[in-house]
Each structure stands twice: as C-alpha cells, then as structure tokens.
C-alpha cells in the first residue's frame, strides 16, 4: 500500500516536471515554433537566405564599399557573413575585412548586428527585404570614437 502511494506521487510529480517544462518551452520559444512552421516565414527566409552584392556608403567619408554577403534564415532567425570585396577609395584599409552577422526577421525587417572577425569592428544594420529581391536599410558603427552611419542596398545575386 505504501509503494502504491509513492508510485503515485512520484508519477505525479514527474507529470507535473514535464507540463511546467512544456509549458515554459512554449513560452519562450511558442514564436520560434510557430515562425519556423508558418508558410509566410518560409517564403521569407527564401527570400533572404542566399548571396547578396551588396552597396554601402559610410557617412563620415563618403566612401562607398562593394559587399559580399552571405545570409541563411531560418524561421525568424538570420545568420550570415559580409566580405569587402572594393572600394571607391584607392587602397581602402576596408577591402578584405570579414564580418559575422546575426539577427532577426519581422514584417520584412531584418535587424542585424555585426563583428569584424579577427577584429574590433562592430555595428547593426536594419534593412528591409522586398519581392523583387532587394535590400534596402541603414548602418549603424562606431568610427573613431564616433557614431556614424551608412545607407545599405543590395540585390540577390
């Protein structure tokens, strides 16, 4: 009779573990599982997952960059890499520099921070993303101690 009554909390016990565990996932990632099952996220992340050329002109120089970029989405999520390929300033300390990228979807924003790899560098970019394929947005850094801006387009190559 004893083990019964133990059996039966302990049951009891790891029923209710399992429905405060299903119910807390659902909570915090309920957006993230519905996102990555909805038709509508998945026709976005076509969209943006795959290679960009990509235009970005500085505030504080005027130099405009050529941009590599490499962008993979999963459900809201965005991951990607940027490489400088040109510049319209000779010999530009920018060509080569290689950036990480990550950030989220929503209504066709897509808001991305960045880290130069092997480097310091860091900034956000928001963008919004259309049918044709097309990117357009700004760029947020912090150059010489200064904030600055870009204005960012791109089409998917």
Request: proline share 1%; aromatic share 8%.
């Amino acid at each position: 009779m004893g083990e019964k009554i133990a059996v039966e909390v302990i049951v009891g016990l790891v029923t209710f573990a399992a429905g405060a565990l299903i119910m807390w996932a659902l909570k915090e990632y309920g957006r993230a599982i519905r996102t990555f099952f909805s038709d509508q996220a998945r026709a976005n992340a076509k969209l943006i997952s795959g290679r960009w050329k990509v235009k970005e002109t500085y505030s504080d120089n005027k130099e405009t960059v050529d941009i590599d970029l490499d962008l993979t989405c999963v459900g809201e999520y965005v991951t990607g890499e940027m490489l400088i390929t040109a510049s319209t300033v000779a010999n530009s300390p920018e060509i080569g520099k290689k950036f990480s990228l990550k950030g989220a979807t929503q209504n066709r924003v897509i808001n991305l921070t960045w880290q130069q790899i092997g480097g310091a560098e860091t900034g956000a970019l928001t963008v919004v993303h259309n049918d044709v394929p097309a990117l357009v947005g700004y760029g947020l850094y912090v150059y010489n101690q200064k904030a600055c801006t870009s204005t960012f387009q791109g089409k998917k190559t």
